[in-house]
């Protein structure tokens, strides 16, 4: 079958594009009742009916129906089923979050015991923390006042102290953490796992990327699929839409009336059964009829998914009225819907640069995730999701402990913000099989590099995909000569932050 | 015996590239001890690709696990430990963390280690164990095959399924032949008397003449360039380039190019040779410059050249050679003879080479648009110094008598650096102090440039060309990819691979012309194969090699190599790389017209039609269905050939094929990637097919194609068709190019017969804009009119505003002002269901001047159910959730009280349903600024369109049988 014994390698994964082997399909026994199953199989609480289907049927797999989302499991045990990843764009400071430095606050206004490393722009003394740390759960996880709310989960979390990336720049970091390469043209993390492991609910898409006004800085590439095929980038949703049109393309007809759409798939159903009668079982034509079928009913449940307006208005006001904290809500409805992989980033270009005004940009943007993660948190933890939902929580990149000097045409010289820094910096990850109440390395006594137990984007990447039951290296696309994977030749499994 | 054949063939072909009497064909260090060659070739093929695979990522230079390198030679002690390792004996078993080896390579291995565990030193000898490296060879041509099968290319074919015992499938009709090359070969379908024609020609000529005519047409040049394109990654825009412009507004000259060059039947050698050194080939004709866009419309990648260089490379080397050389980048190739020297050889052309933007147009519209521009930048260029001038004057009067100037005059000095210009502004400010010579100049020459600017010549089209740096360049091998470590010198020169070890270096020049000949050499293997692969590929649906731009050890062999090796070898000596005579013979074979339909004995015999005894049946690419959908309309406008990039999903879809999309490579719009769109980052060798909900969602709901149903439903009705048997067997014909079945016609018309149904499930917001009073005896709003003019998001009575009878009324999404007396700005809400709503909203009002507004809540059950006053206020009504029933209007009323003037306010009412228990999917709130969505009302569609639109969507429309 597989010239090669990787995990779902390319070519057996040309068969779903290709259909190298659609005619086998065509000719097989008993797939014609596939659009039955697999059409049942969506079915919210179709539980039973899936079973009897399966007795029937073979199950639905992206091989025989052409569609390459179809839910698979993954080769590896793994507690973890989907991913929400919340990105501070802009490079959110990890020394007034989750990493405190007390020595900073000796050295505030003093230049450091250690050389200032080299980051984007030139920086000076150091700039102590305005914001006062505190000791929360069981852990002991020490948090800044920022995410009081979001630290009432630390038991729950597992804090990573020393990430560190390889430039001090916006746009290669997003990359990196994003794709695991910095220039070149690689699919996203998010579209690595839609590629892995499918999706749950074939009515919505399987990767969705929600930024609010607008894009980050390098836009659409943040989510791409690179060489993958186009159909597992990450949908592009701005939470501030409220008309479903504007967030899922050709989601409603406004010329036809649903009873008129389905007799007009019936009609279409009628002119393809004569179409195929002709030619004899082709799984690809049978696929296609599915899919208007499904289609038809993407168009009730992703309406209904983005329309917040369906929760009650205690649950509203508890993620509070910033559209990063609606897009958490309508993070927490894709998650129960069973969406893949979501992605929240907190808005347009970069809120998280602050390279002035870092007390106010902080308290005005903690504000807002503050309240809209540790809602989220609550909601998965309520629902009992958050065992399978891992969620993570980081930006490109940290910020400097020192403080930025003015630079013409780059700052506004106040002397009061944070350079860009990819030497140290926090992640932090809870739900899905992470360990939890947990701090895992450290940085310098100032928070400026990671030295204890140092964490690679590339290792963290390894370690979630180990957490979503891949091997990094097994999880691979033959693409011009080359077998490629989220972490190329890198990355290393941190099992420490793995229960 | 075979194998000593194999070697000897192998010799004597390299002895044939190199041109020396090659021992062992080794391209590096010659091993220093004669081995075994049985067990260099069983290394090679076994035991190498094992280690490359699953060893060598913690097992290479750079990261050597355990202190062990798997990428050279081990010592016979360490191969015992190796496998032992595999065997998880003598510590963790390997390769850890990954699954087991399975039991044929670890079999292997053990063999390898048994028989002494050689490693041949040196780079392996594989170059002839590469079968496309092999010289192409004209195969015998078998005889003997089934009737029809004559040709030599069907002969090869069905001598290769009759071995395997496989029958072919029967010739297809002709309805189905004709849509299928027309599809294949001009990507457009036959119109209904095409098809007819074609039915009904019994001439033998027939089916030559159609493929004739095909290969005449110009869509034929769109539909080839299309393809190239995807090989070519083709965009109009950079990618991410941080702030800079991102488009190519040239990109479209290279396309233009391309269709000019398939229609023009181009040789392919010199297709290959101006696509990468047109500059060195150009006579007066500057138009061939624009193929080099080839090179350099890639991604930019934040304008890294490391990267950009690459890109070049991979496009010329996948795309020409199906050698995938940049896996040479950072290390040798781990499964082809490619060394990271070769890389970067051609990075060294790259790198002698630049991009430059070059004029195309004929000297009648280069010559004076080149003259026009010198005269118009002397002339900006005299303005220029004429304000330096002056201001240069000024500030000798600042320091010598400050007084003569105003302080404003001072400032605008002062503001301005000394070597800028002025901004206009600060320019007019200081004009105060120009002398008055000064001023005449300056104003002299204004008005010129002015008239000059009037009458701008017609602009000449620009390639995207690259020339040859003054000096060219020898960059040293990146060790490991990095920059910062340099390796030996790498000469600009072709592959070792191809040229052999002994070939000439290019020394003179970038060496691009050296390269492209090089490709387009009659000796390269690789050449011809890879493009009549990529030819067959395009008629058949599927490559006789299955990797269409990989032809190394990690491809897939020819299905059929003699096949492939005729192809390739009349292409280049009997058609003079003449793609037209190719194709022409390829669409003549009697394989061309086999059936898709297909028995249950091949079905199990070769499921993947790897014999070519039938053909594939394929669905539309993203170009085929966009074309198709607006050619059934009679929209498609084919006439015109070649010309600038154009949106393809925006609005007022554009009438030209879709081969003219506006490819934005950044952000690519979400319909690409959901139709299965080639990505234009990286050559692409085929297009990827899936099927899911996302393209059907576009067939149901994308007013593209509801459109064209309406369309062509109305070109139905108004070509008379009084019946519904008429109306029926018209659209068959539009849309999917035949007479409808009985059966259809019954079921069409049964359609057309089913009740319009009620359009109420239709999106119609429940807002209504518009103005009217209240009655004061009946409490009510008795007069409502609509507000009929919609414009910059304002509902307006006419285009002025204010109205001469009705005044100033008007409404936004956010508030609105009420008109003339009793002319009051009604906002109406028309309850969708029967329920229990909220009302929520602020009323606000922000001038001190005139008299405020007077808001009211007006129910058509209830009457007036509140009415607030306000005046340089803000005010938020308070009112009791309310029971509505379905009909029922709310209306939110603005009356101007004593005054109609100042009467602007904020006032974006919204409604929210409070019941609990609704069906999933009900909409619960409404806002006001529904009602000013910049999509479009609705517009039912009729039964007849609907009818035409499921034609549209059926698997027939999109399907090539």
Redesign the interface.
Known sequence: MNKNSKYNHQQDFADVFLSRRDLLSRMGNGFAGMSLASILAQEANAQEARKAVKKLQPAPSPQRSGNPLIAKAPPLPAKAKRVIFLFMNGGPSHVDTWDPKPQLTAYAGKTLPIANLATERKTGVGLASPFKFKRFGQSGLEVSELFEKTAQFADEMCVIRSMHADVPNHEPSLLLMNCGEARQVRPSFGSWTLYGLGTENQNLPGFIAMCPGGYPIQETQNWQAGFLPGIFAGTYIDPNHREIEKIVEHIRNRNTTPSQQREQLDVLRSLNKNHSSSRGFDQQLESRIQSFELGFRMQTEASDAFDTDNESEATRERYGKGNFARACLIGRRLAERGVRFVQIYTGEGQPWDLHDDLEAGMRRLCGEADRGISALLQDLKDRGMLEETLVIWGGEFGRTPAVELPTPGANAGKMNGRDHNHWGFTYWMAGGGVKKGTVYGATDEFGFKAVEKPVHVHDFHATVMRLLGFDHTQLTYRYAGRDFRLTDVHGNVISDLIA | MLRLKSRLVLASMLALIVGLAASTGSWSQAPTVALDPDKVTFFENSVRPVFA?SCV?CHMDG?AGGGLRLDKAVTAEQATSIINRIQGIGGNRMPQ???P??AD?LKALIAWQKSGAIWPVGKPSIDGNLWSLKPVKLPAIPTGVPIGWNSPIDALIASDFTKKGIKPSPIVDRATLIKRASMTVTGLPPTYAQVKAFVQNKSPKAYSDLVDALLASPAFGERMARQWMDIARYADTK??V?VEDRNYPNAYTYRDWLINAFNTDLSYDQFVIQQLAADKVVADDKRPLAAMGFLTIG?R??N?EN?II?DRI?VVT?GFLG??V??ARCHD?K??PIPTRDYYSLYSIFASSQEASLPISEKSVSDPWNAYNAKLSSLKGDRDTSIRRAITRLRGVVASSPDKLSPKVKEALQMTRLDDLPTPERLRTMMQSFEPEEMANYERLISEIASMEKSTPASPEFAMAMTDKASPITVNVHKRGNPGIAGEPAPRQFLQCIAGEQRPEWKDSSGRLDLAKSIADVNNPLTARVYVNRLWMNLFG?GIV?TP??F?K??EKPTNGPLLDYLAYTFMHSDGWSTKKLMKRMLLSRAFMGSS??S?D???K????RTFSHQN?R?YDMEQLRDALLFSSSKLATARVGGKSEELWEKGYTARRAVYGFIER???P?????L??A?P???SP?R???????????????PLV?DQARDIAKAVEQSGATTGTKAISAAFRSVLGRDA?P??LQ??VA?LA?PE???????IGPWVMGYGSISQTLDRVTDFKKLTTFVNGTYQAGTVIPDKDLGWVLLTKDGGHPGSKDVMSIRRFIAPMTGTYRIAGAISHGNAQGDGIVARIVSSKKGTLGQWTVYNNAVTPKLDDILLTKGEQLDFVVDCGASPDFDGYAWAPSL?LMDTGLP??Q???W?T??AF?D???????TRLE??V???M????F??I?
């Open positions: 695979e990522t990261n963390g990954a699954a080896l399975k390579k990618g991410y941080f991604r990648f934040l890294a990267d690459g991979d996948r050698l995938t940049q896996c190739h499964f082809d599927k299955r731009s990989d190394g990690q491809g339909d297909i249950p091949v079905a199990i070769d499921p993947e039609n049946r669905r950044q952000n690519l979400l319909t690409f990637k959901t299965d769109f990505s980052d990286a050559s085929m990827f097919v899936t099927t899911v909900p996302q393209q059907a969602l576009f067939m149901m709901n994308s509801t079945s059966a259809e079921l069409g359609y089913k149904g009620a359009s109420d499930g239709l999106s929210k999933k999917g909409k619960r709130s806002l600024s529904e969505s999509i479009p009302g609705p517009k039912p569609l609907q009818f639109h499921a034609l969507m059926s698997n027939e999109v399907t049988d």
